[in-house]
C-alpha cells in the first residue's frame, strides 16, 4: 500500500484546462501502477486513466481519450493527469489510486487517495 494525496481540483469554464496532482508516499512509487478515477454526482465511479510502472504505457476511458493525459515522476513520487477541453460532464471527483497490475476496474486497486473536486461551468 501506498499513501496518496490528490491537489490541483478547482472552477474552470468549458474549454479550460487543469492539472491534477498525486504526491504518493515512499520510495518504492515506481513499482506501482497508477490510475485515475473519477466519480460524479449521482453516478458510480468510473475509470479515467491507467498509467504502467515505467511510464510508458497508458490507456484511456473512451470518455476522455484526446483530452486527458494521465503521466508519473517516480523520482517525485507524482503522478499527473492533465486535463484540456474540459466538459461539463467532466465535473467529478477525481481520485488517484495505486495497484500491482496495469488494469482498469476499482478492485484491483490498493490504496486510494481521499479525492479532488473538478468544476466544469458551461
Known amino acids: 500500500q501506498v499513501q496518496l494525496v490528490e491537489s490541483g481540483g478547482g472552477l474552470v469554464q468549458a474549454g479550460g484546462s487543469l492539472r491534477l496532482s498525486c504526491a504518493a508516499s515512499?520510495?518504492?512509487?515506481?513499482?506501482?501502477?497508477m490510475g485515475w478515477f473519477r466519480q460524479a454526482p449521482g453516478k458510480e465511479r468510473e475509470f479515467v486513466a491507467v498509467?504502467?510502472?515505467?511510464?510508458?504505457?497508458?490507456y484511456y476511458a473512451d470518455s476522455v481519450k484526446g483530452r486527458f493525459t494521465i503521466s508519473r515522476d517516480n523520482a517525485k513520487n507524482t503522478v499527473y493527469l492533465q486535463m484540456n477541453s474540459l466538459k461539463p460532464e467532466d465535473t467529478a471527483v477525481y481520485y488517484c489510486?495505486?495497484?500491482?497490475?496495469?488494469?482498469?476496474?476499482?478492485?484491483?486497486?490498493?490504496?486510494w487517495g481521499q479525492g479532488t473536486q473538478v468544476t466544469v461551468s458551461s
Open positions: 489510486a495505486a495497484g500491482p497490475g496495469y488494469v482498469t476496474t476499482i478492485r484491483a486497486y490498493d490504496s
Open positions: 515512499g520510495r518504492t512509487f515506481g513499482r506501482y501502477v
Open positions: 498509467i504502467s510502472w515505467s511510464g510508458d504505457s497508458t
